[in-house]
C-alpha cells in the first residue's frame, strides 16, 4: 500500500534559521504530493503541491520540489517566523483508483523569537 | 466566505449512544470526505463521497456511517460509540474527486468516549 514517511518532531529552531523537514513516500505510478499545514486549533490548510515529476510547489516562502528518483518532497524554508509555527503534513494522493489521500503523521515546528 | 462547517466542535459521550457530526460547505464541491486524527498516526480517511448518494469506505470505516442525500451535507453518525473512537475528526471538501484537488478542511470536532 502506499504510506508517507515524515521526519520525526519537534523541530525547534529560532526566527530566521534555515528550515528543512524530509518527507518520503512509496506509491506505485506517480502521485500527487502535497504540503498541509495545521495551526494551533485549526483545521489543515494546503500549503504547497506538485502533481508530477520535478515539479516545484511554492508559497509563502516555503517550497517543496517532487523528486521521482529519491521518492521524496522536503518541505523548505529560508528564513522561519514566529508565525511558522505549526503542524506539518506531507501527503500523497495516487492518481488513479480510489485517490484516497495517505497523510504522514505530522511534524511539529517550533520557532523562537 | 467559503468554508466547511463541523458541529460539534467538542463531545464527551458515553459508549453506546448514538451521536451524529454534522458536515456543511458552501463551496458547491462535489467531493466531502471525514478524516480522524490520532496523535503520532496523522490522518486516515474513514469515508468519502465522490458526489449525492455516492459513498465509499476510506481506510478506516468500522463503526461509521454516513449519508449524503444534499450536496452541501456530508454527515457522520457513530450508532454504538466506543473509547477506542475518542479522536479528533475532521471533515474535508474538494471541488472535484481527483488527484490534484485540494482539500479544505473544517475546524474541527474532538469526541471523547467514556
Known amino acids: 500500500g502506499n504510506s508517507v514517511t515524515q521526519m520525526e518532531g519537534p523541530v525547534t529552531l529560532s526566527e530566521e534559521a534555515f528550515l528543512t523537514i524530509n518527507c518520503t513516500y512509496t506509491?506505485?505510478?506517480?502521485?500527487?504530493l502535497f504540503w498541509y499545514v495545521q495551526y494551533p486549533g485549526e483545521g489543515l490548510q494546503l500549503l504547497l503541491k506538485a502533481t508530477k515529476a520535478d515539479d516545484k510547489g511554492s508559497n509563502k516562502g516555503f517550497e517543496a520540489t517532487y523528486r521521482k528518483e529519491t521518492t521524496s518532497f522536503h518541505l523548505e524554508k529560508g528564513s522561519v517566523q514566529v508565525s511558522d509555527s505549526a503542524v506539518y503534513f506531507c501527503?500523497?494522493?495516487?492518481?488513479?483508483?480510489?485517490?484516497?489521500?495517505?497523510f504522514g503523521r505530522g511534524t511539529s515546528l517550533i520557532v523562537h523569537p | 466566505e467559503a468554508q466547511v462547517t463541523q458541529n460539534p466542535r467538542y463531545l464527551i459521550t458515553v459508549t453506546g449512544k448514538k451521536l451524529t457530526v454534522t458536515c456543511s460547505q458552501n463551496?458547491?464541491?462535489?467531493?466531502m470526505s471525514w478524516y480522524r486524527q490520532d496523535p503520532g498516526l496523522g490522518l486516515r480517511q474513514i469515508y468519502y463521497s465522490m458526489n449525492v448518494e455516492v459513498t465509499d469506505k476510506g481506510d478506516v470505516p468500522e463503526g461509521y456511517k454516513v449519508s449524503r442525500k444534499e450536496k452541501r451535507n456530508f454527515p457522520l453518525i457513530l450508532e454504538s460509540p466506543s473509547p477506542n473512537q475518542t479522536s479528533l475528526y475532521f471533515c474535508?471538501?474538494?471541488?472535484?474527486?481527483?488527484?490534484?484537488?485540494?482539500?479544505?478542511f473544517g475546524e474541527g470536532s474532538r469526541l471523547t468516549v467514556l
Open positions: 463551496m458547491n464541491h462535489e467531493y
Open positions: 501527503a500523497l494522493v495516487p492518481t488513479g483508483g480510489s485517490y484516497i489521500p495517505t
Open positions: 474535508a471538501s474538494s471541488l472535484s474527486w481527483g488527484a490534484t484537488g485540494e482539500l479544505f
Open positions: 506509491a506505485t505510478g506517480y502521485p500527487s
